[in-house]
């Protein structure tokens, strides 16, 4: 299957392109979820365990397929923003987890949807249907966002998730690719 053309988004930041991960995004890709995961308690990462070339084996291999794809936001030659679809298996295998991140300068200038926009382009070449998230409930700004993207909350996990500093509980969020209920 081949890769689909990057997507390119103007706004007050500059040009911004959305295409999938290739090896050389590695480094970058790291970096960005380093940067993140030290903004406060509303990221579901403590640390990054994955090395640079372990990473960019990845990118070569799997950036996009019918199991995963990584998608990323390219401003300036500079990673900053990453998406990662994972598809489920059996009988949920219509539907994919999401993990995304965006650097806080460009927060609000459109990379994010353009990064939502790339996993439900996956989701339609690869036949998944639903794309699901979890984010914790006290990141408001996140929670408005996946709304105006069309996710809905459907659950909420009572300290699902376990961190160095303790539990956080999730909401469960979803969204159907093309279709606003599924049908």
Partial sequence: ??????????????????????????????????????????????????????????????????????????????????????????????????????QSAYRGKGVGAGLIEGARDWSRVFGVEKLVLNVVPQNARAIRFYEKMGFIPEGHRSRHAKLSYGYEDLIEMSMWVDTQDGA
């Avoid at 392109?17 to 380093?34: C, H, K, M």
Wanted: charged letters at 25%; glycine letters at 6%; a positive charge.
């Fill in 1 to 102: 299957m081949s890769l689909p053309s990057p997507r390119v988004i103007e706004s007050d930041a500059g040009r911004i392109e959305i295409r999938p991960a290739r090896p050389s995004d590695a480094r970058g890709w790291i970096d960005l979820l380093v940067e993140v995961s030290r903004e406060d308690r509303y990221i579901l990462l403590e640390s990054v365990n994955t090395t640079r070339r372990e990473l960019g084996r990845i990118f070569r291999f799997g950036a996009w397929s019918d199991q995963t794809a990584a998608v990323v936001a390219v401003a300036a030659g500079k990673v900053i923003g990453q998406l990662t679809t994972t598809r489920n298996r059996n009988i949920y295998a219509h539907t994919a987890e999401i993990g995304m991140s965006v």
